[in-house]
Nanobody
């Protein structure tokens, strides 16, 4: 069973930065893509950023220019660098990995942004 473990969440002031990490128990090149989702109570989980096995990158419009997704295949780790954080970025952030027909989720890491 693949395990994804997130870390790096916390409390930050608006305008600050955080770097989230997702460590995978399997080699990340075995996944078609990996990504970061976020969820706030009462709302659907939304895709924030993703990176494919071929290096294709997607960002939600709300985070373009502020967030950067990157990976290190040798370390089986994916990062989300979050800059210029806004109160509306506060959420539980989940790491996600997809293969054909299967996806895996981490347990999430909480990001709180104070105004």
């Amino acid at each position: 069973q693949v395990q994804l473990v997130e870390s790096g969440g916390g409390l930050v002031q608006a305008g600050g930065s955080l770097r989230l990490s997702c460590a995978a128990s399997d080699m990340i090149y075995s996944f078609n893509s990996m990504g970061w989702y976020r969820q706030v109570p009462g709302k659907q989980r939304e895709l924030v950023a993703s990176i494919t096995n071929f290096g294709g990158i997607y960002y939600a419009n709300s985070v373009k220019g502020r967030f950067t997704i990157s990976r290190d295949s040798a370390k089986s780790t994916v990062w989300l660098q979050m800059n210029s954080l806004k109160p509306e970025d506060a959420a539980v952030y989940f790491c996600n990995a997809k293969t054909i027909g299967t996806e895996y989720w981490g347990k999430g890491t909480l990001v709180t942004v104070s105004s």
